[in-house]
């Protein structure tokens, strides 16, 4: 189970690997994940917006 982490917009599960999308990424909340983050990957612009408007659409019940 992961720990609720501020900024998350989207959780993704496949199997034991989790996709965490956040829009306020900061280096701590790797620490409250602990050693097993694998690997962090920046967004491009493109995915950014996707992401936040899929969000948005989510938050409102869309």
Known sequence: ML???PG???RASDGHFHTLTTN???ERQ???LGP???NVQRM???E???ANV???REARGQ
């Open 54 to 56: 899929m969000h948005h």
């Open 8 to 10: 998350i917009v989207d």
């Open 30 to 32: 790797l620490a409250l």
């Open 44 to 46: 491009s612009l493109e």
């Open 24 to 26: 306020r990424f900061e």
């Open 36 to 38: 097993a983050v694998r």
């Open 48 to 50: 950014i917006f996707v």
């Open 3 to 5: 720990p609720e982490l």
